[in-house]
């Protein structure tokens, strides 16, 4: 699901909170060394989600942060922001020239260059809670 967060709005809080889970509060960042990417460049996405990036030939940026039950990527168009919910259950990640995030029938794909290089312990630490999440509904173990 894909929001307009502009500007703050309750409803969309709450939204959020229900579809990834709460944030991370402070003590469990600092152990986790950070819930949040640095920017990086958006190189291509699905037809469906043309409409989030600038129009004319820009840079366009995003960047994620890890929820209890998911991801959010914040993705900025000029002045205005959205964001897209991924639980962990919807998401599937490729590492093809970059990385490239799929979900609910759209995807995003970040470019494979310095700025990507830097997220790369952000990329596994998003890969570890992924599986943290997944591992609570092993039924293979019964």
């Not at 000029?78 to 970059?98: C, D, E, H, R, S």
């Not at 490239?100 to 310095?114: D, E, L, R, T």
Request: charged share 20%; proline share 2%; hydrophobic share 35%.
């Amino acid at each position: 699901m894909i929001l307009n967060t502009t500007h703050p709005n309750r409803e969309h809080k709450q939204l959020l909170e229900y579809l990834v889970g709460r944030s991370f509060t402070i003590l469990e960042s600092l152990k986790m060394k950070g819930v949040g990417s640095k920017r990086m460049i958006v190189g291509e996405v699905s037809p469906n989600m043309q409409s989030y990036l600038n129009s004319v030939s820009d840079i366009n940026y995003a960047n994620i942060e890890l929820r209890k039950s998911g991801i959010l990527i914040f993705i900025n168009k000029g002045l205005q922001n959205f964001t897209w919910a991924i639980p962990y259950y919807q998401l599937v990640m490729y590492k093809t020239n970059g990385a490239s995030i799929h979900a609910q029938g759209k995807f995003i794909h970040f470019k494979n260059n310095k700025t990507f290089k830097e997220n790369r312990s952000f990329f596994k630490k998003m890969l570890d809670e992924k599986i943290r999440y997944d591992e609570q509904y092993n039924f293979q173990n019964i």
